[in-house]
């Protein structure tokens, strides 16, 4: 037995966990890197909403093309192959466009082409990534709760605490060096998988009578890819929990990107609400990981002492509130209280529902029916953004603002009415 096993409260999870948590961590040094400096260098190209807009959109359109079909394969393929190809492409791409902005050709269009490549990758890289959590920290409920808790600090420290300010300095340099470093860092993830962990990690496949019936090949057969499409997309559909849980997520993504193409906007750059320079913004964003950092930390402790989906509820009603800051105080302070309240009440959310799924699901359907949920719910994105995008090309960014926060409270209710702790409690397994 390793110590892996032999500790369920959680607290060593193993070297394999490790070399997956260092991976997921430089991909995501390199996510907020990019993600911080595409918008920047966007807004030095145009000052279109709608332009902005359909940028946002193009990083989460391949969610919603390619998410139900990627997961299906995520539980075919060997899922540590599926990110070590994905993120070796990502790598690539990176690197061609930092070579096309070191010769100044860089337009809004190229960043466009980056960010829907970018996002075809991390469909792939996310979902194995995800379902990789309960093969390397097992399925106890503590064990995946801190399994969760520290890839949200890793991903907080990384994606949103050290990308952003090392972004606003990539920028001010050049585009070249603002897209080329995250290549770098892309890669060297690529390296750490590629020798720290070792094996193959494919699910353990079992088709069912229905799946086989007809053919010679026994319990062996496998289903077909539309099989396994139709049976993720109506195992999420009839869950009494998922459903509800997917539908206001989407309804609550739909309307924060529709916020974040938005935002920038409105606090960056001469004429905006806000006046900030870009240094200050990517500054100003480290706020949200600080946030959350604090929320992963207390995360597992809460959720001992309270029930998880009065938290979760509680979590998003937090961030529902705070939304209106910037529009009231289009300040730095402003800005802070918003990212850090943010952060801390998100992380403490997210380490709910990411906690969930795995123990509601079998491992062999994890891939597919996670591909079908984020298909809907990262599919509401670039519809989200592109009408966050118009609305502000016709009516003004506080007309969006205002909007969001309201489907934020009205997502969060329908939760709060439709998902009972004793529901979920009911439908886990006995431990």
């Not at 690539?92 to 082409?113: F, Y």
């Not at 750490?192 to 494919?202: D, M, N």
């Not at 009516?395 to 969060?412: H, K, N, R, Y």
Request: glycine share 12%; net charge positive; aromatic share 6%.
């Amino acid at each position: 037995m390793t110590r892996t096993d032999a500790d369920p409260a959680g607290r060593v999870l193993g070297r394999r966990f490790g070399v997956h948590l260092s991976a997921v961590g430089l991909a995501n040094l390199a996510d907020g890197v990019v993600q911080t400096a595409v918008p920047l260098l966007a807004i030095t190209l145009t000052r279109s909403p709608a332009l902005i807009g359909a940028l946002t959109a193009a990083v989460w359109l391949p969610w919603l093309l390619a998410g139900p079909l990627a997961g299906v394969y995520v539980d075919r393929w060997d899922r540590r192959r599926t990110m070590l190809v994905a993120l070796g492409v990502r790598a690539g791409l990176l690197a061609a466009v930092a070579a096309l902005a070191g010769a100044g050709r860089l337009s809004i269009g190229m960043l466009v082409g980056l960010a829907l490549g970018y996002g075809a990758t991390e469909v792939f890289t996310d979902l194995a990534a995800q379902a990789q959590v309960p093969n390397l920290a097992g399925r106890d409920p503590g064990r995946l709760r801190a399994a969760n808790a520290r890839l949200a600090a890793v991903e907080a420290l990384t994606n949103s605490f050290a990308g952003p300010p090392i972004a606003g300095f990539l920028v001010a340099a050049s585009a070249a060096w603002a897209l080329g470093a995250p290549a770098a860092i892309v890669a060297v993830a690529v390296v750490t998988l590629a020798v720290g962990l070792r094996g193959r990690f494919v699910a353990a496949r079992g088709a069912t009578q229905d799946e086989i019936k007809g053919t010679a090949a026994g319990a062996d057969a496998l289903p077909t890819v539309r099989a396994e499409l139709v049976e993720g997309a109506t195992t999420l559909w009839r869950h009494p929990v998922l459903r509800p849980l997917l539908l206001a997520a989407s309804a609550w993504n739909f309307a924060s990107t529709a916020f974040m193409a938005v935002i920038v906007l409105w606090l960056v750059g001469p004429g905006s609400a806000g006046g900030f320079r870009p240094q200050q913004f990517s500054l100003a964003l480290v706020a949200m990981p600080v946030g959350a950092l604090a929320g992963s930390v207390v995360a597992e402790t809460v959720l001992r002492r309270v029930p998880e989906i009065p938290v979760m509820v509680a979590c998003w009603g937090i961030n529902a509130a705070v939304t209106v800051v910037p529009l009231l105080s289009p300040t730095l302070p402003g800005a802070i209280v918003w990212l850090l309240v943010a952060g801390f009440a998100g992380t403490i959310g997210n380490v709910v529902t990411t906690s969930l799924r795995p123990r509601l699901i079998p491992d062999r359907q994890l891939g597919k029916v996670s591909g079908a949920s984020r298909a809907l719910g990262y599919g509401a994105m670039p519809l989200g953004a592109l009408v966050g995008g118009q609305v502000g090309e016709w009516f003004g960014i506080p007309v969006v603002l205002v909007g969001v926060a309201v489907v934020f409270a009205l997502a969060t209710l329908a939760v709060g009415v439709r998902v009972r702790q004793s529901l979920v409690d009911a439908l886990l397994p006995a431990s």
